[in-house]
């Protein structure tokens, strides 16, 4: 394939890297030096764009992807408040979106354990849950959009939580942590509480070549493709 990388900073070198080690060409690098390259002439002939840029670019990077037809891969956090219009736009085109806040296998699964951990713990209401996550002091948003995924999958199957929420003492939301230190690639715990002992489930990321392959790995799934498309779809999770 000949993939678009947007964004490229250490997850974008990264991903390059990947990608030209599993037998792709890299066609076009958007930064922000060149954003303004990031248009039709120059998106001709690329197969799949992969962008993990920042919160404020996102959504313009992603749009002008997928009017130009080229499926895009996005792994920016901070911008789900355009999501639906992303999707609004892919519906209208028939442009291809892959969304995901997380792209490690390891956090995917970890998704589907939280799932099925709030579907038990909605029956053991004595216990209080909360999250925590730990990243490099260079991440840009917190809390962390996996973070805030696996909230609203409890959220989705635990009654007496409404929503998330970064203060302690709100009783009817899930309590986040988030903490930003030194090169952490990334850590998220979900615990629940109670008076008589604790439950917990947790991933911790090794280095960002977990996240950079499983980007690789969806740019692969996505060509060709149009529609919304998720890890859990491609992992059958």
Known sequence: MNIAIIGYGKM???IARISELRGHT???????????DLNQENLRDIDVAIEFSTPDSAFQNIS?????NVPVVSGTTGWLDKLDQAIKLCNETNG??????????GVNVLFAMNTRLAEIMQNFQEYDVSIEEIHHVHKLDAPSGTAISLANQ????ISSKNS?????GEPKNIYINSKREG?????????????IDTISISHNAKSRVGFATGAVLAAEYMQGKSGIHSMQEMLNL
């Open 183 to 195: 090169e952490v690639s990334g850590y998220h715990c979900v615990t629940y509480e109670s008076e």
């Open 26 to 36: 890299i066609g076009l690098i958007i930064d922000v030096t060149n954003a303004g």
């Open 96 to 105: 291809g979106l892959f969304y995901a806040s997380n792209f490690s296998i």
């Open 154 to 157: 409890i959220t989705e199957k």
């Open 12 to 14: 974008g070198r990264e």
């Open 64 to 68: 002008v992807c997928i009017r130009e």
């Open 164 to 168: 998330w929420t970064r203060k302690e």
